[in-house]
């Protein structure tokens, strides 16, 4: 399973005494759980408001919220995500600031997260931040806080949300803290740390080394990205003149690198960043679709924008539809948007305004570096040198419990990560005669790690009217590095690639690549960064002459064209099918609309079918019961919807064929999540009957292939689909295994009662889709089960020509309250593939009003 935070150990206690507390009275029960239900309609009283705002919500409570200023807009932004969604914003600041034991008391997971989100300093450098913020954008976080801390003012905590009565059984719990703006910059830092690229695949370089002792079988194992099968997003000609930013290559480290004290520092800086919590998501599946069709393929005439970005699943979904409209737009009061924000940030992150819509996919750009530091007498040595490590303390208060300190190092490239959690687990035992120094550790390098500008972006790319804006927005773009593709009503789409990158020298070539993909010798300066991809050299495009962009995670440009972004990004499959089924329109003469765009969103025509399937059916297999599940692939249409038996039976191959080839030399954790990159491993395997890989090591004496591997996969997986789903293959079904189940963020998970979990969880979802499909609903091969870990988090169609005719759905709903009706509301159409109408205009908005509420100043 992807490494998800839980803190279902320390909650089965608290759990259990609610669980008795509403067993014992309904009427109980409907008090805790409605009592933080807010007003939606009348008026209320927000201090600190100029002048009236109106707040109407459609029939699936999402607001749209009309205000004479740009101060009162985001006042009343405030307002109403404190209303919906307060406890989610509370927890997230709590994470973001390393301070989650003083929201649910002791507990080691939350104590491990606290000192490894405290080394890492996200809250610092949001304060930093803070401290360089322009007048305009700091005004509209303060706004954004004053709505916050107005809805806070005159209500208990339990009134705010149930949760606060949960962990009050158990804790004392404190009167939540007013919102401060740092609050709303920290939460950015959570979302850059999960959309962070390659970090894990660095460390999984490193360790994978001690297993098999060879630089090259290693790099078999992260294959190049396939562009002459899945085109990048742009192509040579539209980043010419560019020239590709230096790369180093590398130094030996193999001398190193299998030296037990430097793998025992690296497995310590993975335990502790698998600690971190993740607000956004992690492991297979995290990724997005977009895409954009000039108006010359479309039936109004004008361009259309698609944007589906694939996140963890949760209870609430991650993200707030909201409108947010000046009532005169002018240079004074300029916005006028509708889209997905986040609760706890002033704005709108991905949507349209009336004159621009923009969709954002993970660009996946390498920013992060692992530094391997020789550490003697406290110091780091550098060129022969030594340089000071600097040290702070920090103070992690539990709430019921004593104080704990954490002593936080770091060093020129980064924090210290390999002893935050364990400094004994660092070894100190010797190194190669002549490297310098006697112990290891581990920085890491990240840009998130400075002070960014990214709140800014938000801002800026609300307002923004065509291509230059864009870019203007997208240089501020610090982190997360994403793909922005746009689309305006006078009928230009585009592409612009935005964010921080770091530039890696030359240095000399040995058999460990150093360009990122490997950790770096911190002892050897020439591997510093030597400064960022300048903004105006990152790429773009203007009007493609094919008439589309499609950005789906998959590598930006071709190999060795314009500067380097990144050598770890997705492999492309999802951005070739959908290019192909667009090609396949545009040749055929079919004109596209809003709904063939949302027909594509949701196809399901599986890759690893595409690739595996032939294969598989030339094995023989003697036993007629195996062979039977072999036949559902001889007659499939390769498509995995929900209702397919081969497609359940597919997955269960391929979660068998990873284990079985590739289990014996992986190091612990870092098991096949059978993700792109492992579909891409496989599909060259295939080629390779004799390859070492297939060869299982716990077989002493006999030397597997290909075809050995292939014939026990396709049998182990029908004696276990027997198990679970039966011995009759016509009652399996891919919905049956691969179920959408959101969980409560705290109250959700395992260990706790069931009679909780159904009170906070939404129904599970039966789906079709998986990992690397355009329905993109991923899940882990690792971890035994199909359950869906991250999925579309919305969709949403622009449609350019009449912006009415737009389309969207969130995961679950507006609502953080689990006694909301918009809790789940938008969960079932979600699952089905279906959208909501998307209204804009004034006349629509009104149209689609069930709710109206009004904003009034306090008296004086």
Known sequence: MPRRHRLRTALVVVASVVVVVLLTTTLLAAVVLRRPLPEVSGEQTVPGLAEEVQVTRDARGVPTIVAQNAQDLFAAQGYVAAQDRFFEMDYRRHVTAGRLSELVGADEDALAADKVVRTLGWRRVAEQEWAVLPADARRHLEAYAAGVNAYLEDRDTAALAMEYTVLGQRVPVERPEPWDPVDSLAWLKAMAWDLRANYDKELSRALTYQSVQDVARVEQLFPAYPQDRNLPILDAAAVAGRDAAPVADGVDLTDVLGEADLQEALAAADRALAAVPHLVGDGEGVGSNSWVVAGEHTTSGAPLLANDPHLSISAPGIWSQVGLRCAQVDDACPFDVSGFSLAGLPGVVIGHNADLAWGLTNLGADVTDFFLERVEDGEVVVDGGREPVTVRTETIEVAGGDDVELVVRSTRHGPIVSDVLDVDGVARGPVPEGAPGRRFEVALAWTALQPGRTAEAVLAMMTARDADDVAAAAAML???????????????????????????????????????????????????????????????????????????????????????????????????????????????????????????????????????????????????????????????????????????????????????????????????????????????????????????????????????????????????????????????????????????????????????????????????????????????????????????????????????????????????????????????????????????????????????????????
């Open 478 to 860: 610090d982190v997360p590095s994403q793909n922005i593709v746009f689309a305006t009503t006078d009928g230009h789409i585009g592409y612009q690639a935005p964010g921080r990158i770091p530039l890696r020298a030359n240095v000399p070539a040995s058999p460990v690549p150093s360009y990122g993909t490997w950790p770096r010798p911190g002892w050897d300066s020439r591997y510093d960064w030597q400064g960022f991809v300048d903004p105006a050299d990152m790429p773009r495009a203007l009007d493609p002459a094919e008439g589309f962009v499609v950005a789906a995670n998959q590598a930006v440009t071709p190999a060795g064209v314009g500067p380097f972004l990144a050598e770890d990004t997705d492999y492309g499959y999802r951005a070739q099918r959908i290019r192909d089924l667009l090609t396949a329109e545009i040749e055929a003469g079919r004109k596209l609309d809003a709904e063939a765009m949302a027909r594509i969103q949701t196809d399901r025509r599986s890759p690893y079918a595409d690739v595996l399937v032939p294969t598989l059916l030339e094995i023989d297999l003697d036993e007629p019961f195996a062979a039977d599940g072999q036949e559902l692939l001889r007659r499939w249409d390769r498509v995995a919807s929900a209702d397919s038996a081969a497609a359940a039976y597919l997955a269960a191959v391929w979660a068998d064929l990873l284990e079985l080839t590739f289990a014996d030399d992986l190091p612990e954790g870092h098991a096949p999540s059978g993700d792109s990159r492992w579909l891409e491993v496989v599909r060259t395997l295939l080629a390779e009957p004799t390859s070492p890989w297939w060869d299982d090591r716990s077989t002493p004496g006999v030397v597997e292939g290909r075809d050995e591997i292939l014939s026990r996969a396709l049998a182990d997986a029908r004696y276990g689909l027997t198990a679970t789903l039966g011995s009759r293959t016509e009652d399996w079904a891919w919905g049956k295994l691969h179920v959408a189940a959101p969980e409560h963020l705290v109250l959700g998970g395992e260990g706790v009662p069931g009679v909780v979990r159904a009170l906070v969880n939404p129904p599970a979802q039966r789906v079709g889709g998986g990992s690397s499909i355009v329905d993109a609903t991923g899940w882990d091969a690792a971890s035994g089960s199909f359950t869906v870990t991250s999925g579309p988090s919305m969709r949403m169609v622009v449609d350019l020509g009449d912006l009415d005719s737009s389309t969207w759905v969130n995961l679950t709903g507006t609502s953080g309250h689990p006694a909301s009706p918009h809790y789940d509301d938008q969960l079932p159409a979600w699952a089905r593939g279906e959208q909501f109408a998307w209204p804009f205009s004034d006349a629509a908005v009104e149209a689609d009003a069930v709710d109206r509420q009004t904003l009034v100043p306090a008296d004086d």
